[in-house]
T-cell receptor, first 113, second 109 residues
Framework: DTAVSQTPKYLVTQMGNDKSIKCEQNLGHDTMYWYKQDSKKFLKIMFSYNNKELIINETVPNRFSPKSPDKAHLNLHINSLELGDSAVYFC????????????FGSGTRLTVV | KNEVEQSPQNLTAQEGEFITINCSYSVGISALHWLQQHPGGGIVSLFMLSSGKKKHGRLIATINIQEKHSSLHITASHPRDSAVYICAVKRGGSEKLVFGKGTKLTVNP
């Protein structure tokens, strides 16, 4: 009964393709995030949604578009994939007032060839 | 310079040793997080701190707000503690987490 689940776990695709990564949390958290971990293992925030509203949008190419149909889901769509998009993408959720920190998904390893 | 600096970058210890990982930050924060990333890639939240000290099993996290510094201690280290430990701070008034580059810990039997 996974708390934050993201699919797929691995994604290999060609340059120029469009792909989506899905994320769902069953914790009842209000806030969800997408993070990117590069080849040097450095994590960076990409987007954050609170109750379906975009609250953080870092300097990310507009080929990346998050979509939150409801507060339990935050999907990431990437258009015209480039080699430099290869990374591990982590979804996470949090409920600030609970004091329990963040819960991360298991990550999606995207490889663009 | 990164807003969050961790030291050391790499740490090798023998089983049973006491481990300390340090984190310094340069911005005003509302909370500091310690995360653990296993060799398999999964990330687990260990602690969220805004002041003082927290303990969970063999793990202890402390924070000194005035000095903008936090430490993560592991007592009686074990090979299963081998992982990357990441410090992250939440800026005051923001939902954004800023991450350190991580400390890779290897505990040998």
């Amino acid at each position: 009964d996974t708390a934050v689940s993201q699919t797929p776990k691995y994604l290999v695709t060609q340059m120029g393709n469009d792909k989506s990564i899905k994320c769902e949390q069953n914790l009842g958290h209000d806030t969800m995030y997408w993070y990117k971990q590069d080849s040097k293992k450095f994590l960076k925030i990409m987007f954050s949604y609170n109750n379906k509203e975009l609250i953080i949008n870092e300097t990310v190419p507009n080929r990346f578009s998050p979509k939150s149909p409801d507060k339990a889901h935050l999907n990431l769509h990437i258009n015209s994939l480039e080699l430099g998009d290869s990374a591990v993408y982590f979804c996470a959720s949090s409920q600030e007032r609970s004091g329990s920190g963040y819960t991360f998904g298991s990550g999606t390893r995207l490889t663009v060839v | 310079k990164n807003e969050v600096e961790q030291s050391p970058q790499n740490l090798t210890a023998q089983e049973g040793e006491f481990i300390t990982i340090n984190c310094s930050y340069s911005v005003g924060i509302s909370a500091l997080h310690w995360l653990q990333q296993h060799p398999g890639g999964g990330i687990v939240s260990l602690f969220m701190l805004s002041s003082g000290k927290k303990k969970h099993g063999r793990l202890i996290a402390t924070i000194n707000i005035q000095e903008k510094h936090s430490s993560l201690h592991i007592t009686a280290s074990h090979p299963r503690d081998s992982a990357v430990y990441i410090c992250a701070v939440k800026r005051g008034g923001s939902e954004k987490l800023v991450f350190g580059k991580g400390t890779k810990l290897t505990v040998n039997p």
